[in-house]
RNA sequence: GCCCUGGUAGCUCAGUGGAUAGAGCGUCCGCCUCCUAAGCGGAAGGUCGCAGGUUCAACUCCUGCUCAGGGCACCA
């Protein structure tokens, strides 16, 4: 109906042009919005007012000249002239009582479209380094992505899935290293020391008793070579250095693996299961090692070497980011020769790029934004399009304890897991609430308010919209009341109250709802539109009765509800929520 | 110093250049013999951080300032 009227407008502007003899050179954009006001109508353009400077003609009489070269319409009831210059669409009842029947026949799919003409987009997310559970800034990510990655899959996009992970690199050998020390600590040497640098948390004592579990021997220590290591008092980071190589040398490279492949493995199934509880599945989970093993990090250096972008200084082998935007060149091969993250992340992204997709999409947390010109300039460096990379990012959540600020660091062991989280507050309220921010905004997240007045949650505010239209049918069913969901427009014409009326609105915006907010990445508008949805229902409901003697109403409430219902469970089900038959 | 976010009701936040700026929580007053009161209605509460500019029209766009949070490693 809204293409349609945009359509005819689009007519009759340049009927209304053509008549007066009027040939602006930059015609404005012919647009029409959903009235805010139902004063206003159901629909409105402001177009009188965007080529009143053009035609050289006060708004109101373009306006009055557009209404009257307006093409008949069907549909269409009336056209009024307000305000300043807007055109206010008034639609016939019939027209917009469609909607109905249109959510009831298409159930559960209803929503979908091909806004996004089925490009391919590559949306990775998460991707935590797999050194520990995930925390509650994770969380926050892992919502917002997978809200994000159904949305543009209704809203026609060929979405994949991916989650990165670093199962490389000197944070991967710190927390071998880590497990390594508890495991001695476990055995014969509960007095060795450890460092401060190493992951600190619980979780890590767990992997080494796992390990102990698993009955596989590894090379004995020399305990006073490595305590006289531990003590040392020079640099924490150049003796955590010192601590990894030792445990190379001492363990040999087979029994190193073995116990680096053992808590990699552990804490990925961890990450994977706290995931999938939460409703976040991926369809690649995509590994770092891979690109080294490969050659593909190497042949990117190479790449940028025979293009002159590398040049070796300190003893170090930098590429020359500043040349693409960045504010100061990067390091991709260290001075002790090891390869920094950015080296991979390179390759990695190469390889994005390779696989043929029209969009690539990362989403990354705020403190990661100065990282965006080295990533775009190394792509434009190995001949790829930066514009193709749309890098979102997701500010922190803080956290809070009342009014008390709470640190997280993953090395020292003191967070707030996801599973926590998850656990006190329920999987549905912590998926709402950090869906219903818009993902640019801070997020203060006060867990004894969270956890205490779990009741409040906007999220149950929604599902108990849909609890009770649940509970009416089950009602109607008691009562062996007839109940026809294949109505026509014209056995709806019954609904004729204001709350019906709203309701019927509500219903018509779900479908732009959904394509703005996969357009613009931005879930939260889904959470918004829900609430107000669900408002409209539950005023509604207190407004009138459904089960009334009149069998016409009822059908026609009836079917108004289950329409209603529908959408809810359709835009709780993107949004990862549940939406219960009663509560 | 440079970069990214934000500043809207007491608090937490929506608001895609349009008409009288909204919601939740909190406060006050009402509503269950009736489909779930985890609900509904009403009231109070605003110089949209400040100052300029662009526009027929600015909370929205631009510039400057200010305040708050974050980021500026041979860490990730």
Not at 288 to 312: M, P
């Amino acid at each position: 109906m809204k293409q349609l009227i945009e359509q005819n407008l689009t007519i009759a502007v340049s009927r209304f042009l053509a008549d007066r003899n009027l040939h602006p050179e930059k015609l404005p954009a012919i647009a029409i919005d959903h009235a805010r006001d139902t004063q206003h109508g159901d629909l409105a353009s402001n177009i009188a007012m965007l080529l009143a400077k053009p035609a050289g003609l006060p708004p109101r009489v373009i306006a009055e000249g557009i209404r009257n070269f307006f093409p008949a319409t069907e549909g269409l009831e009336r056209i009024e002239i307000a305000g300043p210059g807007f055109i206010n669409f008034f639609l016939a009842k019939t027209a917009y009582l469609q909607i109905i029947p249109d959510i009831l026949s298409d159930g559960l799919n209803y929503g979908k479209s091909t806004a996004g003409k089925g490009r391919k987009i590559l949306l990775e997310y998460v991707s935590s380094n797999p050194t520990g559970p995930l925390h509650i800034g994770h969380g926050r990510g892992a919502a917002y992505g997978s809200v994000l990655a159904n949305l543009m899959q209704v809203a026609g996009y060929d979405v994949t899935t991916e989650y990165y992970v670093n199962d490389a690199g000197r944070q991967m050998d710190i927390l071998a290293v880590s497990v390594w020390l508890r495991l001695l600590q476990l055995g014969e040497h509960p007095d060795l020391g450890f460092p401060s640098n190493a992951y600190q948390g619980k979780y890590i004592e767990q992997i080494a008793k796992d390990f102990v579990s698993t009955d596989t021997a590894l090379p004995k220590a020399d305990i006073d070579a490595l305590s006289c290591l531990l003590a040392l008092s020079i640099d924490e980071d150049k003796k955590l250095d010192q601590i990894i190589a030792y445990t190379r040398s001492t363990l040999g490279i087979k029994p190193y693996e073995t116990l680096f492949d053992f808590t990699l493995g552990k804490i990925l199934a961890e990450i994977k299961q706290d995931l999938l509880e939460f409703g976040v599945s991926f369809n690649n989970w995509f590994s770092e090692r891979s690109l080294i093993t490969s050659g593909a990090v190497a042949s990117c250096i190479d790449t940028l070497q025979a293009n002159g972008d590398l040049y070796e200084a300190d003893g170090a082998k930098w590429f020359r980011s500043t040349l693409y935007g960045d504010e100061k060149d990067r390091v991709l091969i260290r001075e002790n020769g090891q390869m920094t993250y950015f080296a991979s992340d390179i390759a990695y992204h190469l390889n994005k790029f390779e696989r043929g997709f029209d969009e690539i999409i990362d989403i990354w947390g705020a403190d990661h934004h100065g990282y965006i010109p080295r990533v775009k300039g190394a792509i434009a460096a190995v001949g790829k399009d930066p514009e193709k990379l749309t890098i979102l990012l997701v500010q922190f959540a803080t956290l809070y304890r009342g009014k008390q600020k709470m640190q997280m660091s993953t090395r020292s062991g003191e967070f707030v897991t996801l599973k926590e989280l998850r656990n006190e507050v329920g999987n549905d309220a912590t998926r709402f609430f950090y869906v219903t921010r818009k993902s640019e905004q801070h997020l203060d997240f006060d867990l004894d308010l969270a956890k205490s007045h779990s009741n409040d949650n906007p999220v149950f505010y929604i599902q108990y919209a849909h609890a009770r239209i649940c509970s009416v049918f089950k009602q109607m069913h008691d009562r062996a009341l007839d109940f026809d969901q294949q109505l026509t427009v014209e056995q709806l014409t019954p609904l004729t109250e204001p709350h019906e009326q709203n309701m019927i609105k509500a219903l018509t915006r779900y479908k732009e709802i959904i394509i703005t907010a996969a357009t613009n990445r931005e879930p939260h508008m889904l959470a918004f539109y829900l609430r107000d949805l669900a408002n409209d229902f539950h005023t509604y409901y207190n407004s009138c009765q459904f089960l009334v003697e009149d069998i016409n109403i009822r059908q026609a409430r009836l079917c108004l509800i289950k329409a209603t219902r529908q959408i809810i469970s359709n835009g709780l089900g993107l949004m990862g929520v549940s939406a219960p038959e009663e509560m």
